[in-house]
């Protein structure tokens, strides 16, 4: 499980700390939530949801989120969903740079850097906050899937840096869409770094392209 904290909001799991912490449901040593994963969550039913997720080995957004009323989908249902939700995206995200990639049962919208921010900046350009917003709107009629937000750097420059920026990024684009009321609870965020690049660093082009903020949105299965 790759969560390492349930917070009371949003603002408070931004907060950065730069050491490690155990894993509360693998018991593994990992990254705090500066530089690795947060899980977000919304008041007490989120924090019992995280107490049943380590009980039974599911992820605390699910079980938070079935606790709260939202039910999960039926096994026959998942794909129909996930295809309502795709093309509702797709039509949203026309044009404005994010490509839409469907994965099993998964959506992976890839948001490049030049489009989202500027140079070593952790501020959402003004002109992509709309595109959030578009995003943001498809998230709220489909409530029942989990949102994962990572952050991806090139390779330039420091490791630690880069790790750090990357993670700002991913919490901007997560604060952005909760402050258009997407629910807190179905929020993962997790600063990547440079470790999982998408093309080669040895070209600008390459490395432009490994500048991303990626959102995997997962449907929650009942």
């Known amino acids: 499980m790759k969560s390492t904290a349930i917070a009371a909001s949003l603002v408070a799991a931004l907060t950065l ?12 040593t990992q990254l705090s939530n500066a530089t690795g994963g947060t899980l977000i969550g919304a008041g007490a039913g989120a ?7 380590a009980a039974t080995g599911t992820d605390p957004r699910i079980a938070a989120l079935i606790g709260a009323g939202i039910g999960g989908i039926a096994g026959a249902g998942v794909g129909s969903y996930m295809d309502q939700q795709e093309a509702e995206l797709r ?49 709220k009629k489909f409530p029942k899937t989990i949102v994962d937000v990572y952050g991806h750097t090139d390779s330039s420059g420091d490791d630690a840096y880069n790790l750090q920026l990357s993670q700002r990024r991913a919490v901007a684009v997560a604060t952005l869409l909760s402050s258009q009321g997407v629910d807190q609870r179905r929020f993962f965020i997790e600063g990547r770094g440079e470790i999982d690049p ?23 299965q009942g």
């Open 91 to 139: 039509a949203q995200l026309r044009g404005t740079g994010v490509s839409v990639t469907r994965v099993g049962q998964q959506i992976i919208l890839n948001m490049p850097s030049n489009i989202t921010f500027s140079s070593d900046s952790a501020t959402v350009q003004q002109q992509f906050s709309q595109t959030l917003v578009s995003v943001a709107l498809v998230l």
């Open 198 to 220: 998408i093309s080669t660093n040895a070209t600008e082009v390459g490395r432009a392209t490994n500048r991303r903020v990626e959102i995997k949105l997962s449907p929650v």
């Open 17 to 28: 700390s730069a050491c490690t912490t155990s894993n509360p449901y693998t018991g593994q």
């Open 47 to 53: 924090v019992a949801g995280g107490i049943i997720g």
